[in-house]
C-alpha cells in the first residue's frame, strides 16, 4: 500500500509542480508585492510593510471608475447574455429542419477573434466626418438624433460595451444551453403533455429545473468573466481607456503596471487581490444559492 502512495505522488509531482510554480509562487508574489511599501521597481527596494497600497488605490479616482464600469458590465451582460441564450437554445431545440446550420451561425462569433469582432462594432457605431455609422443611420431613419457611440457620453460607451460583451458570449452559453435541454428525459414531457401540461408549466416545472445546475455554471462563469474583461474595451476605445472614461479592473492592474503611468506593481497587486476578493464573494454567494435550491 506504501509503495503504491509513492507511486502516486511520484504521478502527480509533475502536476504539483507546475501548480507550484506557475500558480501558487505567483499568487504568493502578489501578496508580498501589495504590502511593500514605497516600492521602487527599478531599484527593487521598498521602505516597510503595510496597508497604504490598498487604501492608495480604494481612494483613486481611475480606479473607482473602473470599479463602477466592471460592476455595471457585470450586472447588465451576465443576466442578458444568459436569458437571451436560454432562449435561442429552446428555439433551436424546437426546430428540426437546418438545426445544426443555426447553431454554426450561432457560435460563429466564439471563434472570432474578440479585437476582430471590436473593430467591426466600432465600425457599426463610431462617427466620422464621413458617415455617421450604421447604427446611427438606423436610429435616424427611425426619428431619432445620431449618437456619438465611441467618443461621446459615458451610457451611449457602456451600451455600445455591453452589446459587444453579450454578442461575444453568447455562442458558448448557447451551446451548453442546447446540450443540456438535449438530455433532459423526453418521458418527463411525454407524461406532462398526457396531463395536458401548458408548455409554459411545463418550462417552469420540468425544464428549467432539470437544466438548472447548468444555469448557475453558466452564471458563475459569466460574472468571473465579465469582471475580467479588458481586451473587449480595448478594441473598442483603444489603449488609453482612463482617458475614454471605460476603464476595467483589469486594464487598472494593466495600467499600473505597463501603462504611461505604469511602475507600481505594489499598487496593481494590491488592484488584482481586491479584484480577486470580489470574484471570490460573488462565486461563493452563487453556489450557496445553487446548493440551496437543489
Not at 56 to 79: E, G, M, S, W
Not at 130 to 153: E, M, R, T
Not at 260 to 267: E, I, L, Q, V, W
Request: glycine letters at 8%; one cysteine or more.
Amino acid at each position: 500500500m506504501e509503495q503504491n502512495n509513492r507511486k502516486a505522488w511520484l504521478y502527480l509531482l509533475p502536476a504539483l509542480a507546475f501548480l507550484g510554480v506557475f500558480m501558487i509562487y505567483p499568487l504568493v508574489d502578489v501578496v508580498i508585492y501589495s504590502v511593500e511599501e514605497g516600492y521602487n521597481s527599478a531599484s527593487q527596494t521598498f521602505f516597510g510593510y503595510g496597508f497604504y497600497n490598498f487604501d492608495f488605490v480604494l481612494h483613486d479616482a481611475y480606479f473607482l471608475q473602473a470599479v463602477r464600469n466592471t460592476l455595471v458590465l457585470v450586472a447588465i451582460t451576465v443576466p442578458v447574455s444568459t436569458g437571451l441564450s436560454l432562449l435561442i437554445a429552446l428555439g433551436l431545440s424546437s426546430i428540426k429542419p437546418l438545426r445544426n446550420l443555426f447553431q454554426t451561425v450561432y457560435f460563429l462569433p466564439y471563434v472570432t477573434n474578440t479585437l476582430a469582432v471590436g473593430l467591426v462594432f466600432m465600425i457599426l457605431f463610431k462617427q466620422t466626418e464621413y458617415s455617421q455609422g450604421l447604427i446611427n443611420l438606423l436610429i435616424q431613419a427611425f426619428g431619432g438624433s445620431a449618437v456619438d457611440f465611441i467618443n461621446g457620453p459615458w451610457w451611449a460607451k457602456m451600451t455600445v460595451t455591453c452589446i459587444y460583451t453579450v454578442w461575444i458570449v453568447m455562442p458558448f452559453k448557447i451551446l451548453i444551453l442546447t446540450s443540456a435541454l438535449a438530455s433532459v428525459n423526453q418521458d418527463y414531457y411525454n407524461a406532462a403533455r398526457m396531463d395536458g401540461a401548458s408548455k409554459s408549466r411545463i418550462f417552469f416545472k420540468i425544464t428549467l429545473p432539470m437544466i438548472m445546475p447548468i444555469v448557475f455554471y453558466l452564471i458563475i462563469t459569466g460574472f468571473i468573466g465579465a469582471f475580467k474583461a479588458y481586451s473587449d474595451e480595448v478594441a473598442l476605445f483603444g489603449t488609453d481607456l482612463n482617458a475614454a472614461g471605460m476603464n476595467t479592473m483589469v486594464g487598472y492592474v494593466y495600467d499600473m503596471l505597463y501603462g504611461n503611468g505604469g511602475g507600481f506593481p505594489s499598487y496593481a497587486a494590491a488592484a488584482a487581490l481586491i479584484l480577486f476578493a470580489i470574484i471570490l464573494t460573488i462565486t461563493v454567494i452563487n453556489l450557496l444559492v445553487s446548493r440551496g435550491r437543489r
